[in-house]
């Protein structure tokens, strides 16, 4: 590669950033879910969760990149079979919100791990959309195409993790604030039905 198409490169950093922070930053169910973590265990016990939304989403941006996109173009059943899927598994994570015992000052709180939030990217909407729509405006067929995706993967990591920790620390701060029991317990239901909203609001878009 030549100093041209690196210099091709770097005048998409800044566009891309500002796709990423936008779609990232907006609410969603990934964020919905990662505040609730944050709320029921802290920024600190939130993290083997946060750790799992995260690799999940590396994964699913590796396979859309690199052909699943083409072939679920071509079998538009299996698209909408996923997609009722990750519904579904957002929903419980809502009831798990809704249903939650919040940690009230020294108390310990289940709250779900690495393997819970694994799967909230690659059954989310919203993701989905972003990825694919990030992929199609910054990735253009040619000897650059791969550069040019790892470069959108990698900027969905670089602007976008450090905004699902925001969503995550706002919880826990949001805990905090409604330190007593039953107020707790409000704001992780407000969060499910949130969550719930946000998932419809993604699968209307």
């Not at 699943?68 to 798990?96: M, N």
């Not at 799967?119 to 650059?144: C, I, T």
């Not at 670089?158 to 409604?178: D, E, I, Q, T, Y």
């Amino acid at each position: 590669m030549g100093s041209t198409d690196f210099a091709e490169l770097a005048l998409m950093i800044p566009p891309l950033a500002l796709f990423v922070m936008a779609m990232v930053g907006s609410p969603g169910p990934a964020n919905i879910a990662l505040m609730g973590a944050g709320a029921a265990a802290g920024v600190r016990g939130a993290l083997p969760f946060f750790a799992g939304v995260l690799s999940g989403f590396l994964l699913l941006a590796v396979v859309l990149a690199f052909g699943l996109s083409e072939i679920l173009t071509r079998y538009p059943l299996l698209a909408q079979a996923l997609t009722l899927i990750g519904t579904a598994y957002l929903g419980w994570l809502a009831y798990k919100l809704w249903t939650a015992r919040p940690a009230v000052a020294s108390e310990k709180t289940e709250v779900p791990g690495f393997l819970a939030g694994l799967p909230v990217h690659p059954l989310n909407p919203k993701a989905w959309a972003m990825l694919v729509a990030a992929l199609s405006r910054f990735v253009e067929p040619g000897p650059d195409a791969t550069a040019q995706a790892l470069l959108v993967i990698a900027g969905f990591v670089v602007f976008g993790a450090p905004l699902n920790m925001v969503w995550c620390a706002g919880g826990a701060m949001l805990s905090r604030v409604l330190a007593d029991k039953k107020r707790a317990v409000l704001l992780n239901r407000s969060l499910a039905v949130l969550l719930v909203i946000s998932v419809g609001w993604s699968l209307l878009r």
